[in-house]
Protein backbone atom coordinates (compact mmCIF):
# COMPACT_ATOMS: atom_id res chain seq x y z
CA UNK A 1 0.00 0.00 0.00
CA UNK A 2 2.79 2.29 0.84
CA UNK A 3 4.37 1.51 -2.13
CA UNK A 4 1.48 2.63 -4.26
CA UNK A 5 0.95 5.66 -2.17
CA UNK A 6 4.54 7.03 -3.01
CA UNK A 7 3.91 5.84 -6.99
CA UNK A 8 1.13 8.54 -6.62
CA UNK A 9 2.40 11.12 -4.90
CA UNK A 10 5.71 10.89 -7.80
CA UNK A 11 3.57 11.35 -10.47
CA UNK A 12 1.76 13.95 -9.15
CA UNK A 13 5.45 15.61 -8.80
CA UNK A 14 6.11 14.76 -11.99
CA UNK A 15 3.30 16.16 -13.79
CA UNK A 16 3.93 19.46 -12.24
CA UNK A 17 7.49 19.79 -12.92
CA UNK A 18 6.69 18.68 -16.57
CA UNK A 19 4.24 21.07 -17.09
CA UNK A 20 6.33 23.99 -15.65
CA UNK A 21 8.95 23.17 -17.97
CA UNK A 22 7.09 21.77 -21.26
CA UNK A 23 3.71 24.05 -21.29
CA UNK A 24 6.04 26.91 -23.54
CA UNK A 25 3.45 29.19 -24.67
CA UNK A 26 5.24 30.63 -27.19
CA UNK A 27 3.01 33.06 -28.70
CA UNK A 28 2.85 34.31 -24.85
CA UNK A 29 6.58 33.81 -25.00
CA UNK A 30 6.91 36.11 -27.82
CA UNK A 31 4.76 39.09 -26.75
CA UNK A 32 6.12 39.29 -23.12
CA UNK A 33 9.96 39.27 -24.63
CA UNK A 34 9.36 41.22 -27.60
CA UNK A 35 10.31 39.00 -29.91
CA UNK A 36 10.16 40.13 -33.93
CA UNK A 37 7.31 38.25 -35.79
CA UNK A 38 7.52 37.93 -39.66
CA UNK A 39 4.21 37.54 -41.44
CA UNK A 40 4.20 36.21 -44.88
CA UNK A 41 1.06 35.68 -46.77
CA UNK A 42 -0.60 35.96 -43.47
CA UNK A 43 0.97 33.93 -41.42
CA UNK A 44 3.15 34.31 -38.76
CA UNK A 45 6.71 33.40 -37.93
CA UNK A 46 9.46 33.70 -35.44
CA UNK A 47 12.85 33.34 -36.83
CA UNK A 48 15.21 29.55 -35.36
CA UNK A 49 17.30 31.79 -33.26
CA UNK A 50 13.89 33.11 -31.36
CA UNK A 51 12.72 29.84 -30.79
CA UNK A 52 15.84 28.38 -29.93
CA UNK A 53 15.95 31.33 -26.73
CA UNK A 54 12.42 30.67 -25.66
CA UNK A 55 12.70 27.21 -25.52
CA UNK A 56 16.12 27.04 -23.81
CA UNK A 57 17.26 24.47 -26.23
CA UNK A 58 20.77 22.07 -24.41
CA UNK A 59 21.88 21.93 -28.15
CA UNK A 60 21.38 22.02 -31.32
CA UNK A 61 22.45 22.15 -35.26
CA UNK A 62 21.67 23.54 -38.80
CA UNK A 63 22.86 21.35 -41.17
CA UNK A 64 22.29 21.97 -44.88
CA UNK A 65 18.34 22.47 -44.66
CA UNK A 66 18.24 19.86 -41.99
CA UNK A 67 17.36 21.70 -38.03
CA UNK A 68 17.94 19.36 -35.18
CA UNK A 69 16.99 20.64 -31.25
CA UNK A 70 17.50 18.96 -28.61
CA UNK A 71 15.67 19.87 -24.99
CA UNK A 72 16.47 17.54 -22.43
CA UNK A 73 15.21 14.19 -23.70
CA UNK A 74 13.29 15.65 -26.07
CA UNK A 75 14.95 16.11 -29.96
CA UNK A 76 12.73 17.98 -32.22
CA UNK A 77 13.85 17.78 -36.17
CA UNK A 78 12.97 18.82 -39.40
CA UNK A 79 13.45 20.33 -42.74
CA UNK A 80 13.28 23.72 -44.27
CA UNK A 81 10.18 24.08 -46.70
CA UNK A 82 9.34 20.41 -46.04
CA UNK A 83 5.90 19.85 -43.83
CA UNK A 84 6.94 16.38 -42.07
CA UNK A 85 8.00 17.69 -38.09
CA UNK A 86 8.95 14.95 -35.77
CA UNK A 87 8.59 16.00 -32.41
CA UNK A 88 9.95 13.60 -29.62
CA UNK A 89 9.68 10.60 -31.49
CA UNK A 90 6.15 11.37 -33.15
CA UNK A 91 5.55 13.10 -36.88
CA UNK A 92 3.78 15.79 -37.52
CA UNK A 93 2.58 16.95 -40.82
CA UNK A 94 3.19 20.98 -41.05
CA UNK A 95 0.49 23.10 -43.06
CA UNK A 96 3.10 25.91 -43.11
CA UNK A 97 6.62 24.24 -43.27
CA UNK A 98 9.47 25.94 -41.82
CA UNK A 99 11.20 28.53 -44.51
CA UNK A 100 14.21 30.88 -45.33
CA UNK A 101 13.54 34.60 -45.66
CA UNK A 102 16.19 37.33 -44.65
CA UNK A 103 18.47 34.93 -44.17
CA UNK A 104 17.13 33.20 -41.05
CA UNK A 105 15.37 30.22 -40.65
CA UNK A 106 11.41 31.26 -40.18
CA UNK A 107 9.38 29.25 -37.79
CA UNK A 108 5.27 28.66 -38.46
CA UNK A 109 4.46 30.21 -34.81
CA UNK A 110 0.90 28.94 -34.53
CA UNK A 111 1.78 25.49 -35.36
CA UNK A 112 5.35 25.06 -32.82
CA UNK A 113 2.65 26.80 -29.64
CA UNK A 114 0.06 24.04 -30.40
CA UNK A 115 3.16 21.36 -30.42
CA UNK A 116 4.70 22.57 -27.34
CA UNK A 117 1.45 22.84 -25.34
CA UNK A 118 0.12 19.31 -26.59
CA UNK A 119 3.88 17.62 -25.70
CA UNK A 120 4.24 14.94 -22.69
CA UNK A 121 7.60 14.03 -22.48
CA UNK A 122 8.72 11.00 -20.92
CA UNK A 123 10.68 11.05 -17.99
CA UNK A 124 14.86 10.10 -18.91
CA UNK A 125 14.39 7.44 -16.26
CA UNK A 126 11.91 5.87 -18.39
CA UNK A 127 13.54 5.77 -21.32
CA UNK A 128 16.97 4.37 -19.71
CA UNK A 129 15.29 1.26 -18.79
CA UNK A 130 13.88 1.15 -22.00
CA UNK A 131 16.96 1.09 -23.87
CA UNK A 132 18.39 -1.24 -21.22
CA UNK A 133 15.32 -3.86 -21.80
CA UNK A 134 15.63 -3.34 -25.38
CA UNK A 135 19.33 -4.96 -24.98
CA UNK A 136 18.65 -7.51 -22.94
CA UNK A 137 15.46 -8.90 -25.34
CA UNK A 138 17.47 -8.53 -28.18
CA UNK A 139 21.03 -8.89 -27.84
CA UNK A 140 24.52 -9.40 -25.86
CA UNK A 141 25.68 -6.38 -23.92
CA UNK A 142 29.00 -5.54 -26.00
CA UNK A 143 31.69 -3.69 -24.69
CA UNK A 144 34.42 -2.71 -27.11
CA UNK A 145 38.11 -2.08 -25.28
CA UNK A 146 40.34 0.16 -27.68
CA UNK A 147 44.18 0.23 -26.71
CA UNK A 148 45.16 3.82 -28.63
CA UNK A 149 47.93 4.27 -31.46
CA UNK A 150 49.16 1.08 -32.80
CA UNK A 151 52.06 -0.23 -35.30
CA UNK A 152 53.70 3.10 -36.59
CA UNK A 153 51.93 5.63 -34.53
CA UNK A 154 53.72 5.15 -31.43
CA UNK A 155 51.17 7.95 -29.34
CA UNK A 156 53.14 9.47 -26.82
CA UNK A 157 56.88 8.58 -26.01
CA UNK A 158 58.37 8.52 -22.69
CA UNK A 159 62.04 10.13 -21.99
CA UNK A 160 62.98 6.78 -21.46
CA UNK A 161 61.54 5.56 -24.18
CA UNK A 162 58.44 3.94 -23.17
CA UNK A 163 56.19 3.81 -25.71
CA UNK A 164 52.36 4.29 -24.96
CA UNK A 165 50.62 2.44 -27.86
CA UNK A 166 52.42 -0.59 -25.26
CA UNK A 167 51.54 0.49 -22.39
CA UNK A 168 47.79 1.30 -24.07
CA UNK A 169 47.68 -2.26 -25.17
CA UNK A 170 48.89 -4.29 -22.07
CA UNK A 171 46.66 -2.36 -20.13
CA UNK A 172 43.95 -3.60 -21.98
CA UNK A 173 44.87 -6.87 -22.27
CA UNK A 174 44.58 -6.49 -18.32
CA UNK A 175 41.09 -5.21 -19.06
CA UNK A 176 39.84 -7.85 -20.89
CA UNK A 177 41.09 -10.81 -18.90
CA UNK A 178 39.66 -9.19 -15.63
CA UNK A 179 36.61 -8.59 -16.94
CA UNK A 180 36.44 -12.18 -18.32
CA UNK A 181 37.12 -13.50 -15.11
CA UNK A 182 34.62 -11.48 -13.02
CA UNK A 183 31.76 -11.67 -15.69
CA UNK A 184 32.01 -15.46 -16.92
CA UNK A 185 28.53 -15.96 -15.62
CA UNK A 186 27.18 -13.53 -17.51
CA UNK A 187 27.27 -15.14 -20.59
CA UNK A 188 24.66 -11.80 -22.16
CA UNK A 189 27.77 -9.72 -21.76
CA UNK A 190 30.78 -9.55 -24.49
CA UNK A 191 34.07 -8.21 -24.50
CA UNK A 192 36.42 -7.24 -27.41
CA UNK A 193 39.55 -5.42 -28.14
CA UNK A 194 40.11 -3.38 -31.26
CA UNK A 195 43.55 -4.34 -31.64
CA UNK A 196 45.58 -7.49 -29.13
CA UNK A 197 48.50 -6.88 -30.81
CA UNK A 198 50.97 -3.97 -32.33
CA UNK A 199 49.37 -2.76 -35.27
CA UNK A 200 48.34 -0.06 -36.60
CA UNK A 201 44.05 1.03 -36.72
CA UNK A 202 42.97 4.18 -38.44
CA UNK A 203 40.46 5.94 -36.01
CA UNK A 204 37.51 5.67 -38.72
CA UNK A 205 38.53 1.97 -38.53
CA UNK A 206 37.98 1.72 -34.82
CA UNK A 207 34.73 3.14 -35.38
CA UNK A 208 33.49 1.04 -38.07
CA UNK A 209 34.69 -2.05 -35.78
CA UNK A 210 32.05 -0.57 -32.85
CA UNK A 211 29.81 -0.16 -35.67
CA UNK A 212 30.09 -3.61 -36.70
CA UNK A 213 29.65 -5.08 -33.21
CA UNK A 214 26.71 -3.08 -32.46
CA UNK A 215 28.67 -2.37 -29.26
CA UNK A 216 27.12 -0.99 -26.22
CA UNK A 217 29.97 0.51 -25.02
CA UNK A 218 33.37 1.93 -26.49
CA UNK A 219 36.02 1.88 -23.75
CA UNK A 220 39.62 3.74 -25.53
CA UNK A 221 42.44 4.01 -23.12
CA UNK A 222 45.08 6.00 -23.93
CA UNK A 223 48.16 7.44 -21.65
CA UNK A 224 48.79 11.17 -21.66
CA UNK A 225 51.49 13.55 -22.56
CA UNK A 226 52.23 17.19 -22.51
CA UNK A 227 54.13 19.41 -25.13
CA UNK A 228 54.78 22.16 -22.55
CA UNK A 229 55.18 20.89 -19.31
CA UNK A 230 57.00 16.97 -19.71
CA UNK A 231 58.77 16.91 -16.32
CA UNK A 232 55.42 17.76 -14.13
CA UNK A 233 52.27 17.38 -15.41
CA UNK A 234 50.77 14.26 -13.73
CA UNK A 235 47.24 12.54 -13.54
CA UNK A 236 44.70 10.70 -14.46
CA UNK A 237 41.30 11.91 -16.85
CA UNK A 238 38.46 10.59 -19.06
CA UNK A 239 36.74 11.64 -21.65
CA UNK A 240 33.07 11.87 -22.55
CA UNK A 241 31.29 13.27 -25.79
CA UNK A 242 31.28 16.52 -26.35
CA UNK A 243 28.59 15.86 -28.83
CA UNK A 244 27.77 12.51 -31.30
CA UNK A 245 27.13 12.73 -34.80
CA UNK A 246 26.60 9.08 -36.67
CA UNK A 247 27.78 9.29 -40.41
CA UNK A 248 27.86 6.76 -43.25
CA UNK A 249 30.87 7.65 -44.63
CA UNK A 250 33.14 8.44 -41.89
CA UNK A 251 35.71 11.91 -42.28
CA UNK A 252 39.34 10.60 -43.46
CA UNK A 253 40.83 11.03 -40.02
CA UNK A 254 45.42 11.35 -39.35
CA UNK A 255 46.90 9.20 -36.95
CA UNK A 256 47.22 9.88 -33.08
CA UNK A 257 44.71 11.21 -30.65
CA UNK A 258 41.90 12.57 -32.94
CA UNK A 259 41.17 15.63 -31.39
CA UNK A 260 38.80 17.38 -33.12
CA UNK A 261 38.78 21.11 -33.12
CA UNK A 262 36.50 23.15 -31.01
CA UNK A 263 34.47 25.06 -33.09
CA UNK A 264 31.83 22.75 -34.02
CA UNK A 265 31.55 23.44 -37.83
CA UNK A 266 30.33 20.31 -38.89
CA UNK A 267 31.65 17.75 -40.90
CA UNK A 268 31.57 17.60 -44.44
CA UNK A 269 29.53 14.66 -45.10
CA UNK A 270 27.09 15.88 -44.26
CA UNK A 271 23.82 15.01 -46.32
CA UNK A 272 24.63 11.23 -44.98
CA UNK A 273 23.76 12.15 -41.16
CA UNK A 274 21.43 9.53 -39.18
CA UNK A 275 20.48 10.99 -36.17
CA UNK A 276 20.16 8.83 -32.93
CA UNK A 277 17.17 9.67 -31.08
CA UNK A 278 19.03 8.69 -27.80
CA UNK A 279 21.63 11.02 -28.55
CA UNK A 280 22.05 13.04 -25.34
CA UNK A 281 21.32 9.53 -23.23
CA UNK A 282 24.44 8.57 -24.91
CA UNK A 283 26.61 11.32 -23.84
CA UNK A 284 24.68 11.28 -20.15
CA UNK A 285 25.39 7.62 -19.73
CA UNK A 286 28.94 8.34 -21.20
CA UNK A 287 29.54 10.64 -18.34
CA UNK A 288 28.26 8.44 -15.83
CA UNK A 289 30.73 5.87 -16.82
CA UNK A 290 33.66 8.62 -16.84
CA UNK A 291 33.05 9.86 -13.29
CA UNK A 292 32.58 5.91 -12.26
CA UNK A 293 36.37 5.55 -13.88
CA UNK A 294 37.32 8.73 -12.09
CA UNK A 295 36.15 7.52 -9.05
CA UNK A 296 37.55 4.27 -9.39
CA UNK A 297 41.12 5.17 -10.24
CA UNK A 298 41.35 7.69 -7.41
CA UNK A 299 40.73 5.27 -4.86
CA UNK A 300 43.94 2.98 -6.63
CA UNK A 301 46.17 5.90 -7.55
CA UNK A 302 47.95 8.83 -5.56
CA UNK A 303 48.33 11.08 -8.53
CA UNK A 304 45.95 14.00 -9.35
CA UNK A 305 42.75 13.47 -10.34
CA UNK A 306 41.94 15.36 -13.24
CA UNK A 307 37.97 14.83 -13.51
CA UNK A 308 35.96 13.29 -15.80
CA UNK A 309 35.45 15.83 -18.42
CA UNK A 310 33.84 16.73 -22.40
CA UNK A 311 36.02 15.86 -25.28
CA UNK A 312 35.97 16.29 -28.77
CA UNK A 313 38.09 13.24 -29.80
CA UNK A 314 37.26 11.48 -33.28
CA UNK A 315 36.04 8.09 -31.67
CA UNK A 316 33.80 9.46 -28.78
CA UNK A 317 31.92 11.83 -31.38
CA UNK A 318 31.52 9.06 -33.86
CA UNK A 319 30.89 5.81 -32.48
CA UNK A 320 27.07 5.84 -31.95
CA UNK A 321 27.07 4.39 -28.08
CA UNK A 322 28.32 4.76 -24.52
CA UNK A 323 32.19 5.73 -24.79
CA UNK A 324 34.32 7.22 -22.83
CA UNK A 325 38.34 7.84 -23.64
CA UNK A 326 40.84 7.74 -19.98
CA UNK A 327 43.77 8.74 -19.58
CA UNK A 328 45.03 6.61 -17.34
CA UNK A 329 48.95 8.98 -16.50
CA UNK A 330 51.39 11.04 -18.39
CA UNK A 331 54.07 9.45 -19.97
CA UNK A 332 55.94 12.49 -20.83
CA UNK A 333 57.11 12.77 -16.59
CA UNK A 334 59.96 10.24 -16.33
CA UNK A 335 58.37 9.56 -12.69
CA UNK A 336 55.30 8.20 -14.17
CA UNK A 337 57.15 6.46 -16.87
CA UNK A 338 58.74 4.47 -14.73
CA UNK A 339 55.72 3.56 -12.89
CA UNK A 340 53.76 2.67 -16.17
CA UNK A 341 57.15 0.05 -16.89
CA UNK A 342 56.15 -1.46 -13.74
CA UNK A 343 53.63 -4.74 -14.35
CA UNK A 344 51.99 -3.98 -11.32
CA UNK A 345 50.72 -0.65 -11.91
CA UNK A 346 49.97 -2.07 -15.42
CA UNK A 347 47.32 -4.94 -13.48
CA UNK A 348 46.35 -2.28 -10.59
CA UNK A 349 45.39 0.34 -13.65
CA UNK A 350 43.79 -2.83 -15.71
CA UNK A 351 41.73 -3.98 -12.72
CA UNK A 352 40.33 -0.58 -11.38
CA UNK A 353 39.11 0.56 -15.13
CA UNK A 354 37.63 -3.48 -15.26
CA UNK A 355 36.02 -2.50 -11.40
CA UNK A 356 34.78 0.89 -13.12
CA UNK A 357 33.03 -0.72 -16.01
CA UNK A 358 31.29 -3.26 -13.70
CA UNK A 359 29.96 -0.93 -11.20
CA UNK A 360 28.42 0.75 -14.31
CA UNK A 361 27.00 -2.53 -15.88
CA UNK A 362 25.67 -2.98 -12.21
CA UNK A 363 24.16 0.26 -11.94
CA UNK A 364 22.40 -0.27 -15.27
CA UNK A 365 21.13 -3.87 -14.21
CA UNK A 366 22.69 -5.18 -17.06
CA UNK A 367 24.52 -8.00 -14.56
ZN1 LIG B 1 46.94 8.58 -27.11
Same mark, same amino acid.
Given at each position: ????????????????????????????????????????????????????????? &?????? @?? #? $?? !??? =?????? +???????????????????????????????????????????????????????????????????????????????????????????????????????????????????????? &?????? @?? #? $?? !??? =?????? +?????????????????????????????????????????????????????????????????????????????????????????????????????????????????????????????? @?? #??? !???????????????????
Amino acid at each position: MKFIKNCLVFSFFFILLSEVIYSINLIDEVKIKKIPIYTINNIQYISLKSLLKIINA &DNWAKI @ED #R $VF !IFI =GDTQIK +FRIDDKILIFGGKTYELKNPPKIALEEVLIPLEEFSQMFLNYTPSTKNQLKEDLVLEKKKDKKFVILIDPGHGGHDSGAIGNYGLREKDVNLDVALRVERYLKKQLEKYTSVEIYLTRKE &DVFISL @EE #R $VN !IAK =GLNADI +FFSIHTNSSRFNRENADGFETFYPASKLELNILPKTTDGEGELKENNNLDPVLSQIIVNLNDTDIIDESRILAEIVQEKLAQRLITPDRGAKRGNFYVLRYTPMISVLTEIGFICNPVIELNLKDV @EV #RQA !IGETLGEAIIEYLRRRKII
